[in-house]
């Protein structure tokens, strides 16, 4: 049986590749943390806030951040 993938993981992996790329300087890789955050956001909607990932945070985290990020929940 195969292996699916977590939820977000490309998004996931995306930042660990852009802060490796980048010295680990968060700040340039801004637009890799909000495109997991939005698939976070996404996969927690479809879920009802019950599905688990080990590519996000908490659904009451994940506001938090968003909402410190300027990210409007859609």
């Known amino acids: 049986m195969a292996q699916q993938t977590p939820s977000c993981k490309p998004q ?11 010295n680990y300087n968060e700040s340039r890789c801004d637009q890799a943390i909000n495109d997991l955050y939005r698939c976070c956001e996404k996969f927690y909607k479809e879920t ?4 688990v990932t080990p ?11 968003m909402t410190q990020r300027g990210l409007q929940e859609e």
């Open 55 to 65: 590519c996000c945070p908490k659904p009451d985290l994940l506001r938090t951040k």
């Open 12 to 22: 996931a992996c995306a930042i660990q590749n852009c802060l490796f790329s980048n």
């Open 48 to 51: 009802n806030s019950k599905g």
